[in-house]
């Protein structure tokens, strides 16, 4: 498994597939606030919508403290037309309020301390410890858990028992690539819908491919 999972991906890799600017961003940032909000405004929101939004939020401010001062109305009005962008505005605010009032105004490395905060699930705690902190994380979106069960490197149903799967089968060193990787390729080519399995280069070792 993890020979053949290496050959996988280098063979993305050797794809050269375009990145949205959000994926770009979320590669580029290394901070763990940043990436902490960043990804509430992503969730059920596609990136062409998220990156423009997460640059008008970040002109707002780029620390919990900064926060602080922003009020609910500017935030929803930076934010908008994210999915939900009234309950993620104020989901931010709070937290922000929370970090810097408990934690010293540092977001937490540890996935347990940080799913305590409204609207944080694992696959966002998995982010900020990956492209935050820079620690081996896997952190699983829809793209990571419908390309790792058609490539069959896991048998499960929800993202929760993808990430565990992984996590107890993959080397450490391939963790925090692998989102970035499979959230590329889905994008691209491993479509939920009409897959564009004639210009995927894994055909050879996907076990849903059908020749």
Same mark, same amino acid.
């Given at each position: 498994?993890?020979?053949n999972f290496k050959k996988i991906i280098g063979k993305i890799k050797d794809m050269n597939l375009p990145q949205t600017d959000f994926v770009k961003f979320m590669e580029d940032i290394n901070d763990p606030f940043i990436v902490l909000i960043a990804c509430i405004l992503s969730l059920r ?5 998220? /990156?423009?939004?997460?640059? @008008? ?18 935030? !929803?009005?930076?934010? /908008? ?16 309020? !929370?970090? /810097?009032?408990? /934690? ?17 699930? @694992? ?22 858990? @419908?390309?790792?069960? @058609? ?61």
């Amino acid at each position: 498994m993890i020979k053949n999972f290496k050959k996988i991906i280098g063979k993305i890799k050797d794809m050269n597939l375009p990145q949205t600017d959000f994926v770009k961003f979320m590669e580029d940032i290394n901070d763990p606030f940043i990436v902490l909000i960043a990804c509430i405004l992503s969730l059920r929101t596609n990136d062409k919508t998220t /990156y423009p939004a997460t640059m @008008r939020m970040l002109k707002l401010g780029k620390t919990p403290k900064d926060f602080l001062s922003v009020s609910l109305e500017d935030l !929803e009005k930076a934010i /908008y037309p994210v999915g939900f962008y009234k309950n993620k505005a104020k989901q931010i605010l709070d937290i922000a309020n !929370e970090l /810097y009032h408990k /934690y010293n105004n540092i977001v937490p490395k540890e996935i347990d301390e940080l799913i305590k905060f409204k609207g944080v699930g @694992r696959k966002t705690a998995n982010l900020v410890q990956s492209k935050g902190y820079g620690l081996p994380s896997i952190c699983v979106d829809v793209h990571v858990h @419908r390309i790792s069960n @058609r490539l069959g490197i896991v048998n499960t149903t929800t993202p929760e028992e993808t990430e565990f799967a992984l996590k107890a089968n993959l080397p450490k060193d391939c963790w925090s690539e692998i989102n970035t990787l499979f959230v590329t390729l889905g994008q691209n080519i491993c479509k939920p819908v009409n897959p564009n399995c004639n210009k995927c280069k894994l055909t050879d070792c996907c076990k849903s491919y059908k020749c």
